[in-house]
Structure formats: structure tokens, C-alpha cells
Nanobody
Framework: QVQLVESGGGLVQTGGSLRLSCSAS????????MGWYRQAPGKQRDLVALITSDGTTTYTDSVKGRFTISRNDAENTLSLQMNSLKPEDTYVYYC????????WGQGTQVTVSS
């Protein structure tokens, strides 16, 4: 089974940038869909961005033009470049991968101060 480990979260001021990374324990070449979700305490986990094996990307409306998802199949990593961060982007961010089942990382906290 695939193990996912996120890194890159932290505290940043409004307008700043962060880059989240997700390292997979095995090759991601055959993983059709990978993505990032985010969740606030007591709330549901929502999709932020998704990328398929052919490079097709999907973003939630609130991050379009600010966030960029990418995958590096050679290094088995998934990334999320987050620019122009806002306080409302403050969440725990989770890496996601889907093969015949879904896999999740442990999450990384992103806090944007106003």
C-alpha cells in the first residue's frame, strides 16, 4: 500500500507563499489521480486541487490562479505551490492518492496570519 508523507506547511503572512510536498513510498507512475485536500476542525475535508496521470488538473474555485499542483513521477512526489495566501487558506492540508482505493497522508498545517 502507498504511504504518503507531507511537508512544507507552516506559518506565513497574508500574501506570502508556501510550497507543500508529498512523498510517496512507491512509484506513482501508475497512480491515476493525486491531489490535495484541506480540512478545518470539525469540518469536512474538501478538494483543493487534483492532477491525473496525463497531467490534467482541477482546482477549487477559491484557489484558481493562486495555487499550482504538479507531480514528479520520477521522484514519486506531488507538490502544491501556494501563492498570494489568504487567512481563509488556513487549514490542515492532506495529500491524496487513488488507485483501487484511496490513500491519505497525515496532514500538514498551513496558517496564514492577517
Amino acid at each position: 500500500q502507498v504511504q504518503l508523507v507531507e511537508s512544507g506547511g507552516g506559518l506565513v503572512q497574508t500574501g506570502g507563499s508556501l510550497r507543500l510536498s508529498c512523498s510517496a513510498s512507491e512509484s506513482i507512475v501508475s497512480i491515476n489521480a493525486m491531489g490535495w485536500y484541506r480540512q478545518a476542525p470539525g469540518k469536512q475535508r474538501d478538494l483543493v486541487a487534483l492532477i491525473t496521470s496525463d497531467g490534467t488538473t482541477t482546482y477549487t474555485d477559491s484557489v484558481k490562479g493562486r495555487f499550482t499542483i504538479s507531480r514528479n513521477d520520477a521522484e514519486n512526489t506531488l507538490s502544491l505551490q501556494m501563492n498570494s495566501l489568504k487567512p481563509e487558506d488556513t487549514y490542515v492540508y492532506y495529500c491524496y492518492a487513488h488507485t483501487w482505493r484511496s490513500y491519505w497522508g497525515q496532514g500538514t498545517q498551513v496558517t496564514v496570519s492577517s
